[in-house]
């Protein structure tokens, strides 16, 4: 069954630094995603992408955030100034024109 | 944001007998639902999913009712089982509108299962 695949598994990095997170979405879905989930809550949708641009992002989506499709296959989330709040789950997401859709595995990130 | 609540944050119950996970809205624009299993460190595994045009949603052991007028909905398991034991998920989505597919979701409930 195809799968989302996400890497690091899990990334630890000092406040301040930048990280880029790594997703290779189906490769026949057209929109794809990122959430989070802080630990203990809910999960949070960060942005979606589709057509190769933003296509929503939420309010926690601000300036320190991007994201990217490099070459048509991987799908990268990058926090240029990482903060102890950044620490949690990252999941990419992608879904086909039907709904459905497919999470990764996450990328567990802690900031200290 | 409080658009899905989700306002068990537990249930316990014994194997072979029905799980009941329920799951409220608030947005009348949703108009998709979906159920995710998530076991600690993967990523959340869709269940099961319900439009806004049924009040039905059947597949396997696992059956998914929608009420709109009360803006309720809740995923029943029978018989259940051990290994569904793990936290579960409600998610909306307005396919409708200019949200792109985004998902909302609740807060989840760990549903453990005894042997």
């Known amino acids: 069954e195809p799968e989302v695949t996400q890497t690091p598994s899990h990334q630890v990095t000092q406040m301040g630094q930048e990280v880029i997170l790594r997703c290779v979405p189906i490769?026949?879905?057209?929109?794809f995603y990122w959430y989070r989930q802080i630990l203990g809550q809910k999960v949070e949708f960060l942005v979606s992408f589709y057509n190769n641009e933003i296509s929503e992002k939420s309010e926690i989506f601000d300036d320190q955030f991007s994201v990217e499709r490099p070459d048509g296959s991987n799908f990268t989330l990058k926090i240029r100034s990482t903060k102890l709040e950044d620490s949690a789950m990252y999941f990419c997401?992608?879904?086909?024109?039907?709904?459905?859709?497919?999470f990764g595995s996450g990328t567990r990130l802690t900031v200290v | 944001d409080q658009q899905v609540k989700q306002n068990s944050p537990s249930l316990s119950v014994q194997e072979g007998r029905i799980s009941i996970l329920n799951c409220d809205y608030t947005n009348s624009m949703f108009d998709y639902f979906l159920w995710y299993k998530k076991y600690p460190a993967e990523g959340p595994t869709f269940l099961i999913s319900?439009?806004?045009?049924?009040d039905k949603n059947e597949d396997g052991r696992f059956t998914v009712f929608l009420n709109k007028s009360a803006k309720h909905l809740s995923l029943h398991i029978v018989p259940s089982q051990p290994g569904d034991s793990a936290v579960y998920f409600c998610a909306a989505s307005d396919r409708r509108g200019t949200s792109y597919g985004k998902l909302t979701f609740g807060q989840g409930t760990i549903l453990t299962v005894h042997p």
């Open positions: 319900i439009s806004s045009i049924k």
């Open positions: 997401a992608s879904r086909d024109r039907a709904y459905g859709y497919t």
């Open positions: 490769s026949n879905h057209l929109y």
